[in-house]
């Protein structure tokens, strides 16, 4: 089987992926600590788990190069599901807020690909980075979160260019129905509507088309938005 480098596979529209492909790809998970690694390996058997923190994208990229070092591991593929919401108006931000959105969301998935890289290009693999309509999109408070989004799906184009033995892929969703979600929501005194919003798993699916595609394509932009 295929190996499949994962963030953000505890919850949401990573965990849905984990659900999706713990059958036929062999999972390698981030892990924030100890107790989500022992999760995370309890619910996905024979799963590898790599503990550190995103917020610091330095340290978490050589804590997984570290982790893959001699142990003769090979990456397929590489999936950035984490990220980090951040509905908030500019003068609201607390101190290192913007910092640390832009760590998990931008930062991470990048210095994370570099730590990879000799695995992915050996592989000719697949690196897909799931980013947000938010990109694309201006609504007042969310500046963080939108321009983080923004800055992804241009590394990803930049990757692309440089790494032509890889196939590089953006997954744009639009609202989906998670935790995150909802936070957001919230910080902004909006009710949250499920009814119009994707399932984790079918942004999930969208991901592992990404994958799964012939080896003679790339899927290099996908957009999902919820059919309502």
């Known amino acids: 089987m295929k190996t499949l480098f994962l963030t953000g596979g505890s919850r949401g529209v990573g965990g849905a992926l984990a659900d999706r492909l ?3 790809w ?8 100890e107790e989500r690694a022992s999760e ?37 593929a ?33 210095m994370l690909t570099n730590a990879l890289l000799p695995y992915l290009r050996e592989s000719r693999g697949t690196v897909v980075f799931v980013g947000s309509t ?12 939108s321009t983080s989004k923004a800055a992804l799906e241009k590394a990803a184009s930049v990757l692309r260019a440089e790494e032509r033995t890889l196939r590089v892929s953006t997954v744009t969703p639009g609202r989906i129905d998670t935790d995150m979600q909802r936070d957001m929501a919230a910080k902004q005194s909006r009710e949250f509507d499920p ?19 012939p080896s003679d394509v790339v899927v290099e932009q996908m957009t999902v938005t919820p059919n309502r």
């Open 40 to 76: 995370l390996e309890g619910r996905y058997p024979g799963c590898r788990t790599v503990i550190t923190d995103l917020s610091d994208p330095k340290a978490a990229a050589a804590s997984v190069a570290r982790s893959l070092e001699n142990s003769g591991a090979t990456i397929d």
């Open 134 to 145: 938010a990109a694309q999109l201006t609504f007042p408070g969310w500046l963080p979160y």
């Open 26 to 33: 062999n999972l390698i998970m981030l892990a924030r600590n």
């Open 22 to 24: 713990a059958n036929s």
């Open 195 to 213: 009814a119009t919003a994707m399932s984790p798993a079918s942004v999930a699916w969208a991901i592992q088309m990404a994958l799964e595609a």
């Open 78 to 110: 590489f999936v950035s599901c984490a990220g980090e919401e951040g509905a908030t108006a500019l003068e609201s931000l607390e101190a290192g807020a913007l910092e640390r959105i832009y760590a998990i969301n931008v930062l991470s998935p990048v």
